[in-house]
């Protein structure tokens, strides 16, 4: 069955930097496109970053310049690299996955940027 598994969140201050790793398995990892979601408390889950099955990347005006998508399909790993993190990129972060009409999310991992 198809699995996300996030890993690498965790607390950090302000200025810092965090890279996630997202971990699928029981699909097919190249057909697919990738990408990373957010959600903090009260707030509606937004879009963080994308990267097609060609690896062409796509981001969100407020992480433009300080995240980094990327993919390595040899081990069917989505990575987000985050520089410059703000109090305000705290949330859960949730990979997710889509081919066509079928589409796939991880369980989250919290991300803590202190002042």
């Known amino acids: 069955q198809a699995q996300l598994v996030e890993s690498g969140g965790g607390l950090v201050q302000a200025g810092g930097s965090l890279r996630l790793s997202c971990a699928a398995s029981?699909?097919?990892?190249?057909?697919?496109?990738m990408g990373w979601y957010r959600q903090a408390p009260g707030k509606q889950r937004e879009l963080v970053a994308l990267?097609?099955?060609?690896?062409?990347?796509d981001y969100a005006d407020s992480m433009k310049g300080r995240f980094t998508i990327s993919r390595d399909n040899a081990k069917n790993t989505v990575y987000l690299q985050m520089n410059s993190l703000k109090v305000e990129d705290t949330a859960v972060y949730y990979c997710?996955?889509?081919?066509?009409?079928?589409?796939?999310w991880g369980q989250g991992t919290q991300v803590t940027v202190s002042s």
């Open positions: 029981g699909f097919t990892f190249t057909t697919y496109h």
């Open positions: 997710y996955a889509r081919w066509r009409w079928s589409d796939y």
């Open positions: 990267i097609s099955s060609g690896g062409t990347a």
